[in-house]
């Protein structure tokens, strides 16, 4: 496992997330659109927690909650583990450029145990319903509904998307430059058959978070806590320890 790769890849994923989602609330926050207009309780409920936990806390939030979704569906793709049966991240080979998902949405071929409105689906890629980004548009939505079953199945391990956090998903999921693209190409598929992947991108998404909080002079702020604490145990510790214990 390419760990180096893997700090890398999770510390710039960070990066571009928390700028992401900063720039989508500032959106939010700005705009008066017909759609967000429809979605008063959920705006409301993104400003109580803002006013609960501040805009930087629900900003970290946000582009964690997405970050640890993609990395798991990146994940269950590259093993075959996805329930659907259909990659959500991951093209279908790699001559292909659009998530697996995506691709067969085209062909008409979404899975029942979706819930998403099969007929908007099609009416945005055929441009019945005009969008500026079509595959964009539907990708969001599959997506999303992806998690939200995968939420059912495994609630130990996929919460709920909470409404802001899907109101709050970067804009940009389907081009080259986009997260989704970033996750696919950071994780490879010799890397994601070690299980302590997800383990490692943990810590090496909090790597600089930890190295702040330990570089401030002032007390440890409750929400940064787990930065400082929480490490991931290699599996051989856990083996030594077990073996040497009496």
Not at 148 to 175: A, G, K, M, Q
Not at 178 to 201: A, F, H, P, Q, R
Request: hydrophobic residues 35%.
């Amino acid at each position: 496992m390419n760990t180096t790769q893997l700090k890398r890849f999770a510390q710039d994923a960070r990066i571009k997330l928390l700028e992401q989602v900063a720039a989508k609330l500032k959106f939010v926050n700005d705009a008066d659109t017909s759609e967000l207009r429809g979605k008063t309780d959920t705006l409301n409920k993104l400003k109580r927690e803002i006013n609960k936990h501040g805009e930087e806390a629900v900003i970290d939030k946000v582009a964690y909650t997405w970050f640890n979704r993609l990395v798991a569906l990146r994940y269950m793709d590259a093993n075959e583990y996805q329930p659907i049966g259909i990659s959500v991240v991951s093209p279908r080979t790699t001559s292909n450029v659009s998530p697996e998902i995506l691709s067969e949405a085209h062909r008409g071929n979404i899975s029942p145990e979706l819930k998403v409105d099969k007929s908007e689906v099609m009416s945005i890629l055929n441009g019945t319903q005009p969008t500026n980004n079509p595959d964009n548009e539907v990708y969001r939505l599959l997506l999303v509904s992806a998690c939200n079953h995968l939420s059912e199945l495994f609630p130990f391990l996929f919460e709920r998307i909470d409404d802001y956090t899907e109101l709050l998903l970067p804009d940009d999921l389907t081009s080259p430059f986009s997260i989704v693209s970033d996750v696919y190409n950071g994780m490879s598929d010799e890397d994601c058959k070690e299980v302590e992947i997800i383990g490692w991108l943990y810590q090496f998404y909090i790597s600089e978070k930890k190295d702040e909080v330990f570089a401030s002079k002032s007390a440890v702020k409750k929400e940064d806590i787990p930065a400082a604490t929480q490490l991931f145990t290699p599996r051989w510790i856990v083996e030594y320890m077990v073996q040497n214990t009496v």
